[in-house]
Nanobody, 116 residues
C-alpha cells in the first residue's frame, strides 16, 4: 500500500503562482507514474499532469506552458509548479500514484483558489 500526502494549496490572485507537493510513502514500486488531477464542484476529475519515474511528463492542454510537473525519486515526491494561475484553475488538486501492477492511489486533495 502507498499513501500520498499533498501540500501547497492556497489562495492566490490571478497571475500568481503556487507550488504543490505530494510525498508518497509505503511500498513504492520503482516503476511508476505520479501525477496531479483536479476536480471542481460539479465537474469531473480531470488530468492536469503526469510524470513517469523516468521523468517523462505529460500535460493537459489547458495547463501546458503554465504548469510544470517534476519529481524527486529519492524523496518519493512529486511537485506541480503552477504559474500564471487563472480563476479557471480553481479546484481541489489530487495527487495520484499509478503502476502497471494495478496500483492506483489518491491523496486527500489540496484546495487551490485563484481570485480574479
Amino acid at each position: 500500500q502507498v499513501q500520498l500526502v499533498e501540500s501547497g494549496g492556497g489562495l492566490v490572485q490571478a497571475g500568481g503562482s503556487l507550488r504543490l507537493s505530494c510525498t508518497a510513502s509505503g511500498s513504492i514500486f520503482s516503476i511508476n507514474y505520479m501525477g496531479w488531477y483536479r476536480q471542481a464542484p460539479g465537474k469531473q476529475r480531470e488530468l492536469v499532469a503526469t510524470i513517469s519515474s523516468g521523468g517523462r511528463a505529460n500535460y493537459a492542454d489547458s495547463v501546458k506552458g503554465r504548469f510544470t510537473i517534476s519529481r524527486d525519486n529519492a524523496k518519493n515526491t512529486v511537485y506541480l509548479q503552477m504559474n500564471s494561475l487563472e480563476p479557471e484553475d480553481t479546484s481541489i488538486y489530487y495527487c495520484n500514484y499509478w503502476t502497471y501492477r494495478g496500483e492506483d492511489t489518491w491523496g486527500q486533495g489540496t484546495q487551490v483558489t485563484v481570485s480574479s
